[in-house]
């Protein structure tokens, strides 16, 4: 299933006008470039004020921000490195595409998922 279905149930908003979309990184998201050139995500995770109040209740400490760590491949760390907040999602993605030998819509495919991934965890937003 794309992101990007001709009008997004989620968002209201047409295919074309998601792909004129341009992503941004979360500032609260610290990078570490890895040995092997990956990127590593770190990012704060909200905990839910109800799976708190069970913690409590189950006699565990709620404390301090706990976080999640996200090691990018190859592709994900290529897509990451494009992300600027000058370039729209279309951009995105035939720079990706020139850069591996992809058809478009492949390219289009994989970059519309993986951002949405990105999207869901709340590392990147769309403007």
């Known amino acids: ?11 209201g908003i ?3 006008q998601a792909l004129e979309c341009k992503p941004v990184k979360n500032n609260m998201i610290k990078e570490t470039r890895l040995e092997t050139g990956e990127v590593l995500l770190t990012y704060p ?11 409590r209740r189950l ?10 760590k ?3 491949d190859e592709l994900g760390t290529a897509v990451w490195e494009l992300i600027d907040g000058k370039q729209s999602v ?20 994989a970059v519309t998922r993986f951002l949405r991934d990105l999207g869901k965890r709340g590392l990147i937003g769309l403007q």
């Open 1 to 11: 299933m794309n992101v990007f279905k001709k009008k997004n149930k989620d968002s």
């Open 14 to 16: 047409t295919r074309t």
């Open 45 to 55: 995770v909200v905990m839910r004020p109800w799976i708190e109040n069970l913690m």
């Open 59 to 68: 006699g565990r400490t709620v404390s301090g921000q706990k976080t999640k």
């Open 70 to 72: 996200l090691q990018l």
């Open 90 to 109: 279309q951009q995105v993605i035939k720079r990706f595409a020139k850069k591996y030998q992809l058809h478009s819509r492949e390219a289009e495919v």
